[in-house]
């Protein structure tokens, strides 16, 4: 059985997008049995790039939103500090505390960060989640070159690539306004108009789906 996904994304999301995508979930999903666990990797937390600290993370946001019985939640809790380093008993924690919540939100930023042991590691470890039930959803996001690894593991997944003529324009209409924000606020001079559109062309374009 695989999950019912929201979506991949093929490339780093914004600060304000990621947000949004949690808030979207939050307020659309509202309810005391759906729970959100997040995760945005980051190139400069070396911590951060480990499969083992992202899953431990995972599990934390969830106990602690979770409804589940007290005495569960307390040899839940036990377990998780007595791991050291045993990524399989992680993933097994991870696994029980999945099968008793109703749906569980799982959303990653910037899978492409990490080296591909620990990226292999946690995506085995984050599709073996759809074996054991189908209430899980995943929202992942990466940089496009690691988008077949994300859909060898998850191949229900909807695919969305920031390369696609949508996105495209919302960049464009991204550009457009940052532009003319720091034009009016001037962070921006130009002595010359016309460039100011060679400087929109240029952004959009070097902006390779970011």
Known sequence: ????????????????????????????????????????????????????VILKSIIRQALNQSGLSEQMEASLEQALLDLSSG????????????????????????????????????????????MVTSNTRFFLASRENVSGEIKRRFPALEHLSMSCPSAQSDIAAYVESAVQDKLQSEDLVVGDPSLIEEIKLALTEGADGM
């Open 1 to 52: 059985r695989y999950t019912r996904p929201i979506t991949q994304l093929p490339r780093v999301l914004t600060g304000s997008c990621r947000a949004s995508v949690i808030d979207k979930i939050l307020t659309e999903k509202r309810g005391s049995d759906v729970f959100v666990s997040f995760f945005f990797v980051r190139f400069d937390d070396h911590q951060s790039l480990k499969a083992e």
């Open 87 to 130: 990524f399989e008993e992680l993933l097994k924690l991870l696994q029980n505390i999945v099968a008793a919540l109703t749906t569980l939100y799982i959303v990653i930023d910037g899978l492409d960060e990490c080296e591909k042991r620990e990226r292999d590691e946690l995506l085995e470890a984050l599709s073996s989640l759809t």
